[in-house]
């Protein structure tokens, strides 16, 4: 079974509104962590915002913002007004609670901000 | 912040030949990096996990004798793709842990596009 759960494809969004992009997890683990990253065509990996599980109030870093909803075990990533530079491909990603072990990825969310 | 390179950024090389990339955590030490694949339009999958100074973990389905990982250095991880053919083509991306715990605890570099002829 996935473990990380992107629905998905492709987002469409104009400048200036808000986006949200769907993830749900599936651990037993009780401790874990909850990623995002921006992935844009040259490929690089960026860090946008991490939720603890045990963290109570949602993550939040400028213009993103984390809906942990943690009984249905969903992490919705929410950009609020897009621009053009967010265009990019968008990944879930969890760590369970062992030490040392290595993220999993969700399959990624293509988002597109038209003007 | 953190900084991990990788080296080469692209590479072509001919069916057959082998092939070496290396992840450096430029100004932190890594006990561990993790090498990831990715095909275009897809997710990361997960290779190998790479401790310094013993063997790599690999995940299912990776060839080790294809795929040889070296963790010699707190800084330093290769991979070696090894007689390489065309369905070898892919992106692939490191990532390093730093040495402390931290939730942001992972660094990625910026990968290797690796292209067979």
């Known amino acids: 079974a996935q473990k990380i759960t992107q629905t998905q494809p492709g987002m469409f969004v104009q400048e200036k509104e808000a986006v949200t992009l769907d993830c749900t997890y599936d651990t037993s683990d009780q401790s874990y962590g909850l990623f995002w990253y921006k992935q844009p065509s040259s490929g690089e990996m960026i860090f946008l915002i991490y939720q603890g599980s045990y963290d109570e109030q949602n993550a939040t870093e400028g213009r993103y913002s984390l809906n942990f909803q943690k009984a249905r075990k969903s992490a919705n990533l929410v950009i609020s007004a897009s621009q053009l530079g967010d265009s990019a491909m968008y990944f879930c990603a969890m760590r369970e609670s062992q030490a040392g072990t290595a993220l999993i990825f969700g399959k990624g969310t293509t988002l597109s901000v038209s003007s | 912040g953190a900084v991990v390179s990788q080296h080469p950024s692209w590479v072509i090389c001919k069916s057959g030949t082998s092939v070496k990339i290396e992840c450096r955590s430029l100004d932190f030490q890594a006990t561990t990096m993790f090498w990831y694949r990715q095909f275009p339009k897809q997710s990361l999958m997960l290779m190998a996990t790479?401790?310094?100074?013993?063997?790599?973990?690999?995940e299912q389905g990776v060839e080790k004798d294809k795929f040889l990982i070296n963790h010699a250095s707190l800084t330093l991880s290769t991979l070696t793709v090894t007689s390489a053919h065309p369905e070898d083509s892919s992106f692939y991306i490191c990532?390093?842990?730093?040495?402390?715990?931290?939730?942001?605890?992972?660094?990625f570099g910026p990968g290797t596009r690796l292209t067979v002829l």
């Open positions: 790479s401790n310094e100074g013993s063997k790599a973990t690999y």
């Open positions: 990532s390093a842990r730093i040495n402390r715990v931290q939730y942001n605890e992972q660094f």
